[in-house]
């Protein structure tokens, strides 16, 4: 149906949009709570898309990622980051490596690096959501740098998580997503390595009394 294709596809170029937008508020938050709560909505924005693209295209194995999203991204993960932050006592994230506005400024360097790494693939691509593979790039991008501009594990592990989100959001926009059977792998290889991590984050705060990864540096010294 021309209606649902052209008015799908300007459905599917806002959800980009809004992931773009979240994963550069994600860059300017401090408190680990509202990351998490980005990272939810994040989840939703993917969900909804993924359904928006099985609308359009007619690729009904694009209903189980999506149904898969939900569980994972909304439901399962946002509650597992809650568990941790409540039992590590963890709500702040104070310090920085690098100060707000020039994270920013590097963001923004990295978005149109991004755009133009894409540009040649989108040419090449035949999806319809081909216009959003920047977006999906640039979202990665600033995802690996929040996780990098942070001092404390858990917003590591969120800033990790939200790059995910990206990789999932490019390989829908660049070849409507990747056989189910290889996404719920990658699905469940997350959420052992995010129980991984939680095990380890209270390792950290046993030995330290910190999350701070930079004390890890003491390790060197035994």
Not at 4 to 21: E, K, M, P, R, S
Not at 124 to 151: D, K
Request: aromatic share 10%.
């Amino acid at each position: 149906m021309p209606f649902l294709a052209h008015y799908g596809t300007q459905l599917i170029n806002l959800c980009a949009a809004v992931l773009l937008l979240l994963a550069f508020t994600m860059l300017t938050q401090r408190r680990i709570l509202s990351l998490i709560h980005l990272y939810t909505a994040q989840g939703l924005v993917l969900f909804a898309s993924t359904v928006l693209v099985a609308l359009v295209t007619g690729q009904a194995e694009l209903y189980k990622s999506a149904a898969l999203t939900l569980a994972l991204k909304v439901l399962a993960l946002p509650w597992l980051l809650h568990f941790l932050i409540r039992r590590l006592n963890v709500k702040w994230d104070v310090e920085t490596l690098i100060n707000i506005p020039t994270t920013m400024l590097i963001g923004i360097v990295l978005v149109i690096l991004a755009f133009n790494l894409a540009a040649p693939i989108s040419r090449l691509a035949g999806t319809v959501t081909r216009a959003t593979l920047g977006i999906a790039m640039a979202s990665i991008l600033l995802s690996f740098l929040m996780m990098i501009t942070r001092s404390k594990a858990v917003p590591q592990v969120i800033g990790f998580l939200s790059m995910e989100n990206g990789l999932f959001f490019a390989a829908t926009a660049a070849v409507y997503g990747m056989p189910f059977v290889f996404e719920f792998g990658i699905a469940f290889d997350v959420l052992v390595a995010v129980l991984i991590m939680g095990v380890f984050f209270f390792q950290i705060r046993e030995r330290f009394d910190s999350l701070d990864t930079r004390h890890l540096e003491r390790l060197k010294e035994h």
